[in-house]
């Protein structure tokens, strides 16, 4: 199970955690570390995973890292492509997977309106929106050949707020920086971004405190905040439907040219 | 961005329970490219508040195309029309709703089948200016074959014939004559137009003849709760827990029916039988436990139980057969052939399966049956099945779960028909001859000797017509020729003078006697 350490990844564990009751979660949990994650996200996550008896699988791809890839010197797109594609086709392959599950949903983006819940991957793990799988009823075709593979979403037909419904309802824990509260940041083109991992600053900017918190945990730099004093999840939820903005809006890298998150799908990441 | 004021928290834990109970409904719009579909669905989602405004903000800079809100993909934006299956979600107060979009086009029925598979309720879409076209027939013939319990006919751009009754009295009335060959009983017509909003959220006032709901007041208030199958008790088993030596558990997803510890089960395909002990969840033990819950059953004794069994109710089990009657529908570019291996995976089992016979083709604007040595993509037919292990199946009309099935190619992995169950092969001893009713379902049409009191050429014509029309027919000159013809299950045109023969029928009873058109299609039961 690919596990991103955000509210949809807690999601899905818990629902896997129901799934084997009485028995254990029989599957590995995959994280994918860019290295540029939230401090409190590892912390989190390795607290969380020791806590369930899960087992952590986390790969990263130092090749690229020790190359100096940076969101900084190489742009959004070309360090998602190397830390998070790349890393996470190399994960698979490397403990042969022939399927994994993932948290995203349907009504995240308009390329994942049309996504499968069985989603088939090529042996580049390709996803080629032309050329689905039908799916119909709940009968799921999960027959692969060697070498390809199967992303299983089961998130797909929640909506954002039944994610948060359910993190709500079964008490769910998550990472503190969903949660409202004064946060060194950085006000850059109406987004305010973290200072962490020594983030650049550019001329004139300065850090100042904001009472904010994160809509989506991605990596530090590339993942704006939303001033909010949203600070327990029924107040995130009154928030949600009082803003009405997708989440998505504050992840830089999904804006970086039309129709992006289609691409970088269509390339293998999620 | 400023913050908004947060009402306090006992508003928001009252919203969630109530959000909480809502029930779902799902479902499964089709419409013509130029229907209008899009720009419904958009009205939908954009006058109930469902769509955020950054999603909107992303699609268009200046004027809302509110089919841009669900055409996602960047190869279709290309060409301006949607081509899959794409899922959309809202809610009001009353409801939550999941649309499967899906598109019009004559070529993607394997789209339109896949958006219909889990859908309660399906939108029609009927241009009011091109009256009830081969597509809204088609949509219609795909609901009632995937069994959508609730049809709503939007009878859409009636701002562009002036909103006349007329118009919408004279599209209901052919729609439902043939809809009615259908066996769709619940069907609701509704005059609108999506692009100005009429009698889509709001009541139309430019409609004031028009008493019936808007769309989203019968999309929030048309009953479902009964659509479920709660008689039939069936569970097949997914995955058999076993954490330690002290606990052996089933999980699954109840298909229908209740569950309830100390009830008597059957377990297929071994017919033991045990009674549930309980049934086990993370939350707790459930003193019930119905459709759609998944679930963990434990039996009260050791039984050898693997994936793909089921736990039924003894004194009403499905039907256990290796040979099956199934409609499907095609979706691969490779054609079904009788005799090819294919994967058949029905409820939690794969098993190995051919297609013993192709029955008849289903023409889908006519409803004809037609004889077919193979079925295209896009083509509906009935088929006989034999699987290399039993099925433990229900008639698909009575029961969705245990109905359905999916045929996968072996060598592609690809999925390549939908099926649903007709019922169980009936075999006669082989030698047995060949019966009028097996000409029939070869040929798709019934036998008959025709009396032509006509000349040669009007014969010959009548000919024609029939042999496009997919029927066998010859023209004969004597009635004895007719008859042998006929018992060979031709349609035989016989040139003769004054009244007819014992066992003639006249070439104006074909259509009335069924022998033609119309009846072999028995009404969604039969096929």
């Given at each position: 199970m690919l596990y991103s350490i955000g509210k949809d990844s807690s999601v899905m564990v818990r629902l896997a955690q129901k799934a084997f009751y009485p028995g254990k979660i029989p599957f590995p949990l995959l994280h994918i570390d860019?290295?540029?994650?939230f401090r409190e996200m590892i912390e989190f996550r390795d607290r969380f995973t020791a806590e369930i008896g899960a087992r952590l699988i986390v790969h990263t791809n130092w090749k690229a890292i020790q190359d100096g890839a940076n969101p900084f010197r190489l742009g959004t797109q070309k360090c998602c492509g190397l830390l998070k594609t790349r890393a996470l086709l190399d994960a698979l392959q490397a403990g042969g997977y022939d399927a994994a599950f993932g948290g995203a949903r349907?009504?995240?983006?308009k390329s994942r309106a049309?996504?499968?819940?069985?989603s088939f991957r090529d042996s580049f793990g390709q996803w080629d929106p032309k050329n689905q799988r039908p799916e119909l009823w709940n009968l799921y075709n999960s027959r692969v050949d060697k070498g390809e593979s199967i992303r299983v979403f089961p998130?797909?037909?929640?909506?954002e707020l039944d994610v948060w419904q359910y993190i709500h309802l079964e008490n769910i824990p998550i990472v503190p920086l969903y949660f409202a509260k004064d946060r060194e940041m950085v006000v850059r083109g109406g987004t305010l971004i973290p200072v962490e991992q020594d983030i650049p600053l550019l001329p004139g900017e300065r850090p100042q405190m904001v009472m904010c918190r994160m809509r989506s945990l991605g990596c530090s730099p590339c993942t704006g905040a939303i001033r909010s004093t949203a600070d327990t999840v029924p107040k995130i939820i009154e928030e949600m439907m009082l803003f009405?903005?997708?989440?998505?809006?504050?992840?830089?890298i999904d804006h970086d040219q039309e129709g992006s998150m289609e691409i970088k799908k269509r390339e293998g990441y999620f | 961005m400023a913050t908004a004021t947060l009402p306090n928290t006992a508003d928001i834990e009252t919203f969630l329970r109530q959000n909480e109970e809502k029930e779902l409904l799902r479902l499964s719009t089709a419409g013509s490219v130029d229907d209008g579909k899009s720009t419904l669905i958009g009205r939908l989602l954009y006058d109930s508040k469902g769509i955020y405004e950054d999603q909107l903000a992303a699609i268009s800079k200046?004027?809302?195309?509110?089919?841009l809100v669900t055409d996602g993909l960047r190869a279709e934006r290309e060409q301006g029309i949607t081509i899959d299956v794409a899922y959309r979600y809202f809610s009001t107060p009353r409801r939550k709703f999941i649309i499967a979009d899906t598109p019009g086009?004559?070529?993607y029925t394997r789209n339109m089948a896949t958006g219909a598979s889990t859908a309660n309720l399906a939108i029609i879409l009927v241009d009011a200016r091109n009256g009830v076209l081969a597509q809204s027939r088609r949509h219609a013939f795909i609901a009632s074959l995937l069994g959508i319990p609730h049809i709503v006919v939007a009878i859409n751009k009636m701002d562009l014939v002036d909103f006349r009754q007329d118009v919408f009295d004279s599209i209901q009335a052919e729609f439902s004559a043939f809809a009615s060959r259908l066996g769709l009983d619940d069907l609701y017509f509704i005059p609108l137009s999506a692009l100005l909003g009429d009698n889509v959220v709001e009541p139309s006032?430019?409609?004031?003849?028009y008493s019936g709901q808007c769309l989203l007041d019968h999309l929030e208030t048309?009953?479902?709760?009964?659509?479920?199958?709660?008689?039939d008790m069936r569970f097949p088993v997914q995955y058999v827990l076993r954490?330690?030596?002290d606990f052996r558990g089933y999980a699954g997803q109840v298909a229908s029916g209740f569950i309830q510890p100390g009830d008597e089960v059957m377990v297929l395909p071994s017919r033991r039988t045990s009674r549930v002990r309980s049934i086990v969840t993370y939350d707790g033990d459930l003193p019930k436990a119905f459709p759609p819950m998944s679930v963990t059953v434990t039996l009260e004794h050791e039984i050898d139980i693997s994936r793909g069994d089921m736990l039924v109710a003894p004194e009403n089990p499905p039907l256990v057969d290796r040979h099956i009657e199934a409609t499907v529908v095609w979706m691969n570019a490779r054609p079904l052939e009788p005799k090819r291996q294919y994967l058949l995976k029905h409820t939690t089992q794969q098993v190995r399966a051919s297609?013993?016979?192709?029955r008849h083709r289903i023409e889908?604007?006519?409803l004809r049956h037609e004889a077919a040595a193979e079925l295209k993509l896009n083509e509906i037919g009935a088929v006989a099945i034999e699987t290399f292990r039993p099925l433990y199946f229900d008639p698909y009309r009575r029961n969705r779960a245990t109905g359905a099935f999916i045929l996968i190619d072996?060598?592609?992995?690809?999925?390549v028909g939908a099926g649903m169950i007709t019922g169980s092969t009936e075999r006669e001893s082989s030698g047995h001859r060949v019966t009028a009713e097996e000409r029939h379902a070869r040929l798709g049409h019934r036998a008959a000797a025709v009396w032509f009191t006509g000349d040669a050429d009007e014969a010959h014509a009548l000919e024609r017509r029939l042999f496009d029309g997919g029927c066998v027919v010859n023209v004969v000159t004597s009635a004895a020729m007719a008859r042998v013809s006929a018992e060979a299950g031709l349609i035989s045109i016989c040139l003769g003078a004054g009244d007819p023969p014992d066992g003639f029928v006249l070439p104006e009873d074909l259509e009335a006697l069924g022998i033609i058109d119309g009846e072999p299609f028995t009404g969604g039961a039969g096929i």
């Amino acid at each position: 199970m690919l596990y991103s350490i955000g509210k949809d990844s807690s999601v899905m564990v818990r629902l896997a955690q129901k799934a084997f009751y009485p028995g254990k979660i029989p599957f590995p949990l995959l994280h994918i570390d860019t290295t540029y994650k939230f401090r409190e996200m590892i912390e989190f996550r390795d607290r969380f995973t020791a806590e369930i008896g899960a087992r952590l699988i986390v790969h990263t791809n130092w090749k690229a890292i020790q190359d100096g890839a940076n969101p900084f010197r190489l742009g959004t797109q070309k360090c998602c492509g190397l830390l998070k594609t790349r890393a996470l086709l190399d994960a698979l392959q490397a403990g042969g997977y022939d399927a994994a599950f993932g948290g995203a949903r349907r009504d995240e983006e308009k390329s994942r309106a049309k996504e499968r819940v069985y989603s088939f991957r090529d042996s580049f793990g390709q996803w080629d929106p032309k050329n689905q799988r039908p799916e119909l009823w709940n009968l799921y075709n999960s027959r692969v050949d060697k070498g390809e593979s199967i992303r299983v979403f089961p998130l797909s037909n929640w909506t954002e707020l039944d994610v948060w419904q359910y993190i709500h309802l079964e008490n769910i824990p998550i990472v503190p920086l969903y949660f409202a509260k004064d946060r060194e940041m950085v006000v850059r083109g109406g987004t305010l971004i973290p200072v962490e991992q020594d983030i650049p600053l550019l001329p004139g900017e300065r850090p100042q405190m904001v009472m904010c918190r994160m809509r989506s945990l991605g990596c530090s730099p590339c993942t704006g905040a939303i001033r909010s004093t949203a600070d327990t999840v029924p107040k995130i939820i009154e928030e949600m439907m009082l803003f009405r903005r997708s989440e998505r809006e504050n992840r830089v890298i999904d804006h970086d040219q039309e129709g992006s998150m289609e691409i970088k799908k269509r390339e293998g990441y999620f | 961005m400023a913050t908004a004021t947060l009402p306090n928290t006992a508003d928001i834990e009252t919203f969630l329970r109530q959000n909480e109970e809502k029930e779902l409904l799902r479902l499964s719009t089709a419409g013509s490219v130029d229907d209008g579909k899009s720009t419904l669905i958009g009205r939908l989602l954009y006058d109930s508040k469902g769509i955020y405004e950054d999603q909107l903000a992303a699609i268009s800079k200046d004027k809302v195309d509110l089919a841009l809100v669900t055409d996602g993909l960047r190869a279709e934006r290309e060409q301006g029309i949607t081509i899959d299956v794409a899922y959309r979600y809202f809610s009001t107060p009353r409801r939550k709703f999941i649309i499967a979009d899906t598109p019009g086009h004559e070529q993607y029925t394997r789209n339109m089948a896949t958006g219909a598979s889990t859908a309660n309720l399906a939108i029609i879409l009927v241009d009011a200016r091109n009256g009830v076209l081969a597509q809204s027939r088609r949509h219609a013939f795909i609901a009632s074959l995937l069994g959508i319990p609730h049809i709503v006919v939007a009878i859409n751009k009636m701002d562009l014939v002036d909103f006349r009754q007329d118009v919408f009295d004279s599209i209901q009335a052919e729609f439902s004559a043939f809809a009615s060959r259908l066996g769709l009983d619940d069907l609701y017509f509704i005059p609108l137009s999506a692009l100005l909003g009429d009698n889509v959220v709001e009541p139309s006032r430019n409609m004031p003849w028009y008493s019936g709901q808007c769309l989203l007041d019968h999309l929030e208030t048309v009953p479902i709760a009964t659509d479920r199958n709660l008689a039939d008790m069936r569970f097949p088993v997914q995955y058999v827990l076993r954490p330690n030596l002290d606990f052996r558990g089933y999980a699954g997803q109840v298909a229908s029916g209740f569950i309830q510890p100390g009830d008597e089960v059957m377990v297929l395909p071994s017919r033991r039988t045990s009674r549930v002990r309980s049934i086990v969840t993370y939350d707790g033990d459930l003193p019930k436990a119905f459709p759609p819950m998944s679930v963990t059953v434990t039996l009260e004794h050791e039984i050898d139980i693997s994936r793909g069994d089921m736990l039924v109710a003894p004194e009403n089990p499905p039907l256990v057969d290796r040979h099956i009657e199934a409609t499907v529908v095609w979706m691969n570019a490779r054609p079904l052939e009788p005799k090819r291996q294919y994967l058949l995976k029905h409820t939690t089992q794969q098993v190995r399966a051919s297609v013993a016979a192709i029955r008849h083709r289903i023409e889908i604007h006519g409803l004809r049956h037609e004889a077919a040595a193979e079925l295209k993509l896009n083509e509906i037919g009935a088929v006989a099945i034999e699987t290399f292990r039993p099925l433990y199946f229900d008639p698909y009309r009575r029961n969705r779960a245990t109905g359905a099935f999916i045929l996968i190619d072996p060598l592609t992995n690809e999925t390549v028909g939908a099926g649903m169950i007709t019922g169980s092969t009936e075999r006669e001893s082989s030698g047995h001859r060949v019966t009028a009713e097996e000409r029939h379902a070869r040929l798709g049409h019934r036998a008959a000797a025709v009396w032509f009191t006509g000349d040669a050429d009007e014969a010959h014509a009548l000919e024609r017509r029939l042999f496009d029309g997919g029927c066998v027919v010859n023209v004969v000159t004597s009635a004895a020729m007719a008859r042998v013809s006929a018992e060979a299950g031709l349609i035989s045109i016989c040139l003769g003078a004054g009244d007819p023969p014992d066992g003639f029928v006249l070439p104006e009873d074909l259509e009335a006697l069924g022998i033609i058109d119309g009846e072999p299609f028995t009404g969604g039961a039969g096929i």
